[in-house]
């Protein structure tokens, strides 16, 4: 039965043009359908108006005249058409071979580049535990350096992470999780960074919520990723707010800044690659991090999207799924 499911293929048109990627009035095989029943229509109609009006001989003349001038017709304007499928079909494919180019590039040049950058900070974490004291300004220096290995780091691991994300080679490893307790492990490690930056964290998820099904560090990384913005984000003295509820098939958690919030022509690109606003230029980001994050969430098939007011700050909100919903 193959080659009837073969052949109901070619018959199918519309199948034919989807499977092209093109529209159906540019798509060869429906022209040369539509130009096949314009052109039997004409030849009947031209016949039965000449039969009436001229003499057998030339009736046939007419009618193999015109079926000859409508056949080049129809072949110029289908072969014209097939020649617009096929280049572009073939710069779908250059600019496919080119993506492929640029993240096998970043990867790399990734990866090469982290361990440039660990050294850099084994070699500055040496000088701080040495035994002879360090003047002012060699503090400052060795102060100075280590934030730009960290930002060095940082930016490394997100490109890296982007990489695996687009090639799909992140691994879930999906699972019966409790919500609460993963998000304490990534409150133990951001507690110093509020406290530098003077923000306060306020924690009032419970601890009796449900269990999630998702990879723990995966939903780790989006914690620490949505609450580091957070605290970036927010406004002097600024608090970070926690909540969270049970939700039909499983937990949303929410995480509110007191920031500036995000204007609404910025709203459209929070998740874009790359993408900064304007409005954030003064802050250090490689626009990598909610990119990440939407990702992420989408593959432990969850969801995030925000609310924001201009000087009411920024809620973003996280769905996960139960073990059981995740099952249906």
């Not at 359908?33 to 039997?40: D, F, H, L, Q, Y």
């Not at 058409?81 to 494919?93: D, K, Y």
């Not at 490109?159 to 307790?181: D, F, K």
Request: charged share 20%.
């Amino acid at each position: 039965m193959a080659w009837m499911k073969t052949l109901a293929f070619h018959l199918n048109v519309f199948a034919q043009c989807k499977r092209l990627g093109v529209p159906l009035w540019s798509c060869p095989q429906f022209l040369f359908m539509v130009m096949g029943i314009i052109n039997i229509v004409a030849i009947l109609a031209v016949y039965n108006i000449a039969q009436t009006y001229a003499a057998p001989e030339l009736v046939i003349f007419v009618v193999v005249g015109l079926s000859t001038f409508l056949f080049i017709v129809s072949f110029i304007i289908i072969s014209a058409f097939e020649q617009v499928v096929m280049a572009r079909q073939q710069e779908v494919l250059r600019h496919r071979e080119l993506l492929a180019m640029k993240d096998q590039f970043v990867f790399v040049a990734a990866h090469e580049l982290r361990t440039p950058a660990n050294a850099i900070r084994w070699a500055l974490e040496t000088l701080e535990a040495r035994k002879s004291p360090m003047l002012e300004q060699e503090k400052e220096v060795v102060s100075a350096l280590q934030i730009s290995s960290t930002r060095l780091l940082d930016l490394v691991k997100d490109l890296l992470e982007v990489a695996r994300i687009e090639t799909g080679a992140v691994s879930m490893h999906l699972q019966p999780l409790s919500i609460g307790a993963v998000l304490k492990e990534s409150l133990e490690s951001l507690v110093t960074h509020a406290e530098k930056s003077k923000i306060q964290i306020q924690n009032n998820v419970p601890e009796d919520l449900p269990m999630v099904f998702a990879d723990k560090a995966r939903l780790k990384e989006v914690f620490d990723n949505l609450i580091t913005n957070a605290i970036k984000y927010n406004k002097e003295d600024g608090s970070v707010i926690l909540t969270a509820e049970p939700q039909t098939g499983g937990i949303s958690l929410h995480i509110r800044d007191e920031g500036k919030g995000i204007s609404v022509d910025d709203q459209p690109h929070i998740f874009e690659k790359f993408w900064r606003s304007v409005d954030t230029h003064a802050i250090e980001g490689s626009g990598l991090g909610l990119f990440i994050v939407k990702q992420l969430m989408t593959l432990m098939q969850g969801r995030i999207t925000f609310s924001s007011e201009k000087d009411l700050g920024t809620v973003f909100s996280i769905y996960l799924p139960s073990p059981q919903s995740s099952v249906k």
